[in-house]
């Protein structure tokens, strides 16, 4: 179970990550439609996991550049929320498959 804390950082990074997603697309990660799904940071707040929805290009390659510019992703998050979060936690991205998953359960039932 979260604590409040937790909850509101969570929200605050999915905020804030999902913006410079939106803003930041085309010129970071060749224009791919990047949507960030759920944040869950670690009760010290050290650790957050990242899970992106990718659309419109290989999942995989896409992740890669996010891997890449990780460091440049937790810098523009820190210069945004600086003044909300003594410690901007370590971010770590994976792909978030549940649509997938649940598209292919929703296709096993119909047979």
């Known amino acids: 179970m979260d604590s409040i804390r937790q ?14 997603f939106r803003s930041e697309s ?6 791919a439609f ?3 799904t759920v944040v ?12 992106l929805s990718i ?6 390659e896409v992740m890669k550049v996010v891997e890449e510019k990780n460091k440049d992703i937790r810098r523009r998050v820190g210069n945004a929320l600086g003044k ?5 936690p ?13 598209m292919k359960i929703e296709e096993l039932l119909k047979k």
Do not use: C
């Open 7 to 20: 909850n509101k950082v969570n929200k605050l990074l999915l905020k804030e990550l999902s913006e410079l």
């Open 26 to 31: 085309r010129n970071l990660f060749g224009g």
């Open 34 to 36: 990047i949507t960030v």
């Open 40 to 51: 869950r940071v670690s009760p010290d707040l050290g650790l957050a996991k990242v899970y």
């Open 55 to 60: 659309m419109g290009k290989n999942g995989k």
């Open 84 to 88: 909300q979060l003594r410690v901007i």
């Open 90 to 102: 370590e971010l770590h991205f994976y792909i978030d498959d549940s649509l997938d998953y649940a």
